[in-house]
């Protein structure tokens, strides 16, 4: 990768925010969230990595990234030879603008609906115009002018990247100090005593540890020459030296590759395996050895370290003769009084805030257990009716199916048959002669018959 494509890389190292918790167990709250436009233009750093590899692969605009320098890629006016690279490259790019725009939507609707503004007619290219690293009037084609929006606000968020990862630190350690003196007062006098002597044991146990040598010194170097490269610290070679961590071969040392170089110097403060020692002071005590070695050593504030700026350090009187380095706990504390009563406040009002939303989703859960067991025994009452429906229909049935039935609730088919029976016997009654003796010739003899003579 050419040295132009790196700072560019580097560039967008800072949208991809490193932050310190401030609790670990939980998010953070909405309001800490960065205002405006800072909440969602903070998160490009894929478009921007994205764009850049599209533009490697143009060899025409390689070749001038490769002469071109810092400030030629800083100040934007590297965009001007977008117009000649090739057509596959730029329709790759407005490809990838349009998916730009695309997700800024999808995330502008987002924060409408979590602030209950769906009914909100949106403005895209009114809302679009927030974000600084695309050209909102044109949504379509990826144009010079979003090349150099995007360099020009990538390099504007690096160079306040460090003050926020700094602000950060200042946050988490104040809230270290709240809880502290929180636990203090809810114990007695006795233990409050000798939990504040406990304390004291442990700062002053992390506070012994060996001498740390200053970032970016001889002595420093040596160290990692001898204890990292296995090499005789007596034949130390600066030139060799910046060539062994020089990792990727591009010619320059990066932020990276920098802190790299202090984990020795780390290791003698930060254990993680120690109760005293807090891995989130060993991140910012890095920060601050990488910050000293730029300071004093990037001549040209590119964030970037070349050999001839690395050798010249050298050179310098400071790099044989440092001053002592001093730790976090060698100097003050990274905030006031005055900050942390302010501190203090926010977290009150926030406790406060939280603890009315929590009221309001109290009694919400009230409601809604009333309206469910409501619900429930209309339920019921419905399922009743149900069942009572249900049998009245069985029983009408059941009626449907049996004959039917007199007033003495006879069935009306044996009342039908009797009387045909007493017919049938009506009719086949024999009658009986004056001695009482059944007749069995018929009464009347039937008609028709032949009448025979004598």
């Not at 132009?4 to 709250?29: E, F």
């Not at 989130?280 to 040209?300: A, I, K, T």
């Not at 809604?368 to 069942?387: C, H």
Request: charged letters at 35%; glycine letters at 4%.
């Amino acid at each position: 990768m050419t040295g132009g494509l790196k700072v560019l890389l580097l560039l967008s190292l800072c949208l991809v925010g490193w932050t310190v918790p401030i609790d670990r167990n939980q998010d953070p709250p909405e309001e800490e969230k960065p205002e405006e436009n800072a909440d969602t233009g903070l998160y490009y750093d894929r478009y921007l990595r994205e764009v850049i590899e599209v533009l490697e692969t143009d060899p025409h605009f390689r070749e001038k990234l490769q002469t071109a320098n810092t400030d030629d890629i800083k100040n934007g006016r590297l965009s001007k030879e977008l117009d000649l690279v090739g057509h596959h490259v730029r329709t790759r790019l407005d490809e990838l603008k349009r998916q730009e725009v695309s997700r800024l939507r999808m995330l502008l609707k987002a924060k409408l609906d979590s602030t209950n503004a769906q009914s909100v007619q949106m403005d895209h290219a009114s809302l679009l115009k927030q974000f600084e690293h695309l050209d909102p009037h044109n949504q379509n084609t990826f144009e010079a002018k979003d090349l150099e929006l995007l360099i020009v606000t990538a390099t504007k968020d690096l160079e306040n990247y460090d003050a926020e990862r700094h602000e950060e630190f200042k946050r988490y350690e104040m809230l270290k100090e709240h809880e502290r003196r929180e636990y203090l007062k809810s114990l007695d006098q006795e233990k409050r005593e000798r939990e504040e002597k406990r304390i004291e044991e442990l700062k002053e146990k992390h506070r012994r540890h060996p001498k740390v040598n200053a970032p970016g010194s001889v002595d420093q170097l040596r160290e990692v020459w001898k204890e990292t490269d296995g090499l005789d610290p007596q034949e130390f070679n600066p030139k060799t030296f910046f060539k062994l961590h020089d990792t990727n071969g591009d010619g320059v040392l990066d932020e990276q590759e920098l802190e790299a170089l202090f984990t020795k110097e780390l290791e003698k403060v930060y254990d993680p395996k120690n109760e005293e020692d807090d891995m989130m002071e060993m991140e910012e005590e890095r920060l601050r050895m990488r910050e000293h070695v730029m300071q004093n050593v990037d001549l040209n504030h590119d964030r970037l370290v070349s050999l001839e700026e690395f050798l010249k350090s050298t050179e310098k009187k400071e790099f044989n003769n440092p001053n002592e380095w001093e730790t976090l706990d060698d100097t003050k504390p990274v905030y006031t009084e005055e900050e942390l009563q302010r501190f203090e406040a926010e977290l009150q009002d926030k406790e406060m805030e939280l603890g009315r939303r929590a009221e309001k989703l109290r009694q919400e859960q009230e409601l809604l257990k009333e309206r469910s067991k409501a619900l429930e025994a209309q339920k019921r009452e419905y399922q009743q009716a149900v069942m009572e429906m249900s049998q009245k229909q069985k029983e009408q049935q059941a009626l449907n199916r049996q004959p039917p039935s007199g007033p003495n609730g006879e069935l009306q088919f044996q009342q039908e048959m009797q009387k045909l029976a007493n017919e049938d016997s009506q009719v086949l009654k024999v009658p009986i002669n004056q001695n009482g003796v059944q007749n069995n010739l018929p009464a009347e003899p039937p008609q028709n018959l032949p009448q025979h003579t004598s």
